[in-house]
C-alpha cells in the first residue's frame, strides 16, 4: 500500500492527505435540516449529515490527491451510528480510488493490539468466513506500550499488504511535555523515531516502508531531524493550515527525490468556505470551496518544493 | 463517580474489576452456535455470541465486584456490529449496579480528544438534543501526547462527575522500551505520574481524585514507588492472573486505608472454564466457573491485604 500511496501522490502530483474530521458546525445547514428531517435530531441524524457532507467533499476532491484521512474521533462521538458513518466513508472513498488512512491513534498490548489491527486493517474471522471490520489503508497507532503494541499491526501490515503512521511528534503544543524529554541527550521522539525505522525493515515496500511516523508541522525543525533519522519512513504532517503550518516549513520533511512526506490538512479544506478567502461559494458551494482550497494547498507546497 | 466507586469496593469488600475482553475461542460452543444460526457466520453473529456469553458472566459476578472494564478493541474487531455490542454491554452492566470502566486507551489533541470524552463519558449534542455515545463511568487514556490530550476529559469528567484512569506503567514486556527512559533521572512513568497527580488535584472527589492511573502488577517494585508519587490517585492494577500479577505482590498499590487500587482479571475470570482448576464446571457451566474465580481471586487479595 505505501507503493500505492507513492504512486498516487506522483499521479496526482499532490503530497497531500485530507483530513475528514467533520464536526457538525463545520456542516452547512441544508445538508443538516435535509439529515434531521429524514432521522430526527438523533445520532442517526448526526450521522446521515457527516456522511452527506463528506460525500460531497469526497466527490469534490477525489481526482485532486491521493489521500484521505478521517478522525474516527469526530464519528466516534455520535456513538454507534457515527462509527457506521466512519465505516460507509472510509468505503466510499475507495471506491473513488483515494487510500484512506484511518486517524485512529490505536494503541494497546498483545491480543488486544491485535484486535485493533484486526478491526481496522485486517479480516476478523467468524466461524468459517472472514470480514474486514472498518478496512482502511493505513492506521495511525500510539507508540506509549512499546514494540508489544505496535509489532501485531506489523503482522497485519504484513499479511493485506498494508500500513501504519506511528506517532512520534505529534503538532499540538503540549506534545513536547513527554515527547520532548531528554533520554541520554536525545529527546524521547527521536528514539521513537529510531524504533520507527527498525520496526520498517521488516516491513519494506519499494524504497520506502510500510511503518510511516507522524511528525507534526508545527515543528519544522524536528522535521529537518527526523528526515535524516528516518530515511526510508514515509512521514504524515498534520498541523498544516489551521493549526499554523505553511508549505515552506515543510521542505525539510521531504526527501531530495521530493517524496518522503504527505502533508495533511483536515479545516482549512473541509470549512474552508467558513473562511473569509473562500466565502464567496457561500455554503451551498461548500464542495467547491474545498477543491478551491486544495488546488491553493498544492500550489503552496509544489511552490515550497520547487524553491528548495 | 470515584466515590461511587470506592463505596461500591466498600461494600462489596472486592477491590477487583473484572475485564471483560470477550474473544470468540472462550465462548462456550453452544452460545457460538446459537448465535450463529440466528444470525449466520457474520460480524452479527460474533457480536450476538460476545454479547450473550458477557450477559452470563455478569448475571454471575454482578454482586460480588464493583466494576466491570469491557476492552473495546474486542468488539471493534468486529467493526460496526461489534461496537454495539460494547454499548449494549456497558448498558446492561449498569442496570445490573456494576460500575463501568471502558478500556478504550483513547489519547488525541484538542478537538479531537473532547470528542473522544464526549463519546465515551459525555453527551453528543445534536440540534437541540443531547445523547451519550458509549456512556462508560471512567474511561482509560494514552497520555503520550501531553496535557493537551488529557484536558478534554477532565472538562467532561467534571460536568458529568465521571473519571478516567491515564496510562502510566503498562503490564507487557515492553513497556519499557519508552516509559522507563530515564529523565533527569527519572524514568518517564514516574513524570507521567507526576502529571497525573497534578491533573488529579483539579478533579478531587472525597480522598481521592477522578483521575487515576494504570499501573501494570507484573511491576510490584513500580508500584510501591508509584503509590507514594500519587497518594490521592486510585491505581488500576492490570496483570492479575494470566499476565502472572499474584496477590501477594499487589500489597504496595493500596494505601494503609485498604484503598487506592483496584485489580483487573480478564481472562483468568471469563475464561477460567477454560482452566484445569474450573474445567469441572464445563461449557455449560462457565458463568459459574467466573463466579468461582472472582471468589477465589477475593480470597487471594484479602488474605495478602490483611497478612501485610
Given at each position: 500500500?505505501?507503493?500505492?500511496?507513492?504512486?498516487?501522490?506522483?499521479?496526482?502530483?499532490?503530497?497531500?492527505?485530507?483530513?475528514?474530521?467533520?464536526?457538525?458546525?463545520?456542516?452547512?445547514?441544508?445538508?443538516?435540516?435535509?439529515?434531521?428531517?429524514?432521522?430526527?435530531?438523533?445520532?442517526?441524524?448526526?450521522?446521515?449529515?457527516?456522511?452527506?457532507?463528506n460525500k460531497g467533499i469526497v466527490d469534490a476532491i477525489c481526482d485532486l490527491v491521493p489521500a484521505v484521512?478521517?478522525?474516527?474521533?469526530?464519528?466516534?462521538?455520535?456513538?454507534?451510528?457515527?462509527?457506521?458513518?466512519?465505516?460507509?466513508?472510509?468505503?466510499?472513498?475507495?471506491?473513488?480510488?483515494?487510500i484512506v488512512i484511518g486517524d485512529v491513534?490505536?494503541?494497546?498490548?498483545?491480543?488486544?493490539?491485535?484486535?485493533?489491527?484486526?478491526?481496522?486493517?485486517?479480516?476478523?474471522a467468524v466461524g468459517s468466513k472472514e470480514y474486514y471490520g472498518f478496512d482502511e489503508d493505513f492506521a495511525t497507532v500510539n507508540p506509549y506500550l512499546g514494540s508489544d503494541g505496535v509489532r501485531p499491526f506489523l503482522k497485519v501490515c504484513k499479511e493485506e499488504k498494508k500500513g501504519i503512521f506511528v506517532l512520534v511528534k505529534t503538532s499540538n503544543p503540549s506534545s513536547g511535555e513527554f515527547q520532548d524529554c531528554?533520554?541520554?541527550g536525545k529527546p524521547?521522539?527521536?528514539?521513537?523515531?529510531?524504533?520507527?525505522a527498525q520496526w520498517g525493515e521488516e516491513c519494506m515496500g519499494e524504497g520506502y516502508s510500510y511503518v510511516g511516523a507522524v511528525v507534526g508541522a508545527t515543528y519544522p525543525e524536528v522535521g529537518r531531524i527526523m528526515r535524516k533519522v528516518m530515511p526510508k519512513t514515509y512521514i504524515l504532517v498534520p498541523g498544516y493550515g489551521a493549526q499554523g503550518g505553511k508549505g515552506a516549513d515543510l521542505v525539510h520533511y521531504?526527501?531530495?527525490?521530493?517524496?518522503?512526506?504527505?502533508?495533511?490538512?483536515?479545516?482549512?479544506?473541509?470549512?474552508?468556505?467558513?473562511?473569509?478567502?473562500?466565502?464567496?461559494?457561500?455554503?451551498?458551494?461548500?464542495?467547491?470551496?474545498s477543491r478551491a482550497a486544495v488546488l491553493d494547498m498544492k500550489e503552496d507546497i509544489a511552490q515550497a518544493l520547487n524553491s528548495r
Open positions: 500500500m505505501i507503493n500505492r500511496l507513492i504512486q498516487r501522490i506522483q499521479q496526482t502530483n499532490a503530497p497531500i492527505v485530507v483530513g475528514l474530521d467533520p464536526m457538525l458546525k463545520y456542516i452547512p445547514q441544508h445538508i443538516q435540516k435535509a439529515a434531521m428531517s429524514a432521522f430526527g435530531e438523533t445520532l442517526e441524524g448526526a450521522a446521515e449529515a457527516i456522511w452527506q457532507y484521512k478521517p478522525q474516527i474521533a469526530m464519528y466516534e462521538q455520535f456513538g454507534v451510528p457515527g462509527l457506521a458513518a466512519f465505516r460507509r466513508t472510509v468505503e466510499y472513498c475507495k471506491s473513488r480510488g483515494l491513534k490505536r494503541g494497546d498490548i498483545g491480543s488486544t493490539s491485535e484486535a485493533y489491527a484486526v478491526g481496522h486493517l485486517g479480516k476478523a531528554l533520554v541520554l524521547l521522539y527521536e528514539l521513537v523515531g529510531e524504533k520507527v521531504f526527501n531530495d527525490d521530493g517524496l518522503g512526506a504527505i502533508v495533511n490538512s483536515s479545516r482549512g479544506i473541509i470549512a474552508a468556505y467558513q473562511q473569509e478567502k473562500y466565502a464567496g461559494f457561500g455554503e451551498y458551494g461548500y464542495a467547491d470551496a
